[in-house]
């Protein structure tokens, strides 16, 4: 009987401890820990919980963009970075963080991939989507000059003497 008691301890403490019980708060608080002693991959695992277990969750779209965040920054992983952007318009269409994700997949497409073409698709369904958000002006600017060299860039010629 005993033994049967330990044993049950042990399994509790062991699901407890995956992260099976933590709450979305507790999960995206350790990733961010995670994340900041350069652990990305263990960040991830516990950010994609967090979408997997709580998609209803409000910090759930924020869990998604730092996924996408991670693989762009951190990670250098451009492609897989841009699909976690698309993956947050898909899940979360009404986030907050939808502009953001779009303006990125754009923004690593012409600026870390060089591929114009798809930047201009990301950066034009922007400004029609988008028309009053903070970063317009910005998503304009890089439209204009999209594959310039900065020397070519009136406004940024300073920066290059």
């Given at each position: 009987?005993?033994?049967?008691r330990?044993l049950?301890?042990?399994?509790?403490?062991?699901i407890?401890?995956?992260?099976?019980?933590?709450?979305?708060?507790?999960?995206?608080?350790?990733?961010?820990?995670k994340?900041?002693?350069?652990?990305?991959?263990?960040?991830?695992?516990?950010?994609?919980?967090?979408v997997?277990?709580?998609?209803?969750?409000?910090?759930?779209?924020?869990?998604?963009y730092?996924i996408?965040?991670?693989?762009?920054?951190?990670?250098?992983?451009?492609?897989?970075?841009?699909?976690?952007?698309?993956?947050?318009?898909?899940?979360?269409?009404?986030?907050?963080?939808?502009?953001?994700?779009?303006?990125m997949?754009?923004?690593?497409y012409?600026?870390?991939?060089?591929?114009?073409?798809?930047?201009?698709e990301?950066?034009?369904?922007?400004?029609?989507?988008?028309?009053?958000?903070?970063?317009y002006?910005?998503?304009?600017?890089e439209?204009?000059?999209?594959?310039?060299d900065?020397?070519?860039?009136p406004?940024?010629?300073?920066?290059?003497?």
């Amino acid at each position: 009987m005993k033994l049967i008691r330990i044993l049950t301890l042990m399994a509790v403490l062991v699901i407890s401890s995956c992260g099976l019980f933590k709450s979305a708060e507790d999960l995206f608080s350790k990733a961010e820990q995670k994340r900041n002693m350069g652990e990305a991959k263990a960040a991830l695992e516990l950010l994609q919980t967090i979408v997997d277990k709580h998609p209803e969750h409000e910090i759930a779209p924020d869990a998604q963009y730092l996924i996408a965040e991670i693989y762009y920054r951190d990670m250098r992983d451009f492609t897989t970075a841009i699909k976690q952007y698309g993956d947050l318009r898909i899940q979360f269409p009404d986030s907050k963080q939808v502009p953001f994700s779009l303006f990125m997949q754009g923004f690593i497409y012409a600026n870390m991939l060089a591929d114009f073409e798809n930047a201009k698709e990301y950066y034009t369904k922007f400004l029609e989507k988008y028309p009053n958000h903070e970063l317009y002006q910005s998503v304009g600017f890089e439209l204009k000059y999209l594959g310039r060299d900065i020397k070519e860039i009136p406004e940024l010629k300073h920066l290059t003497q």
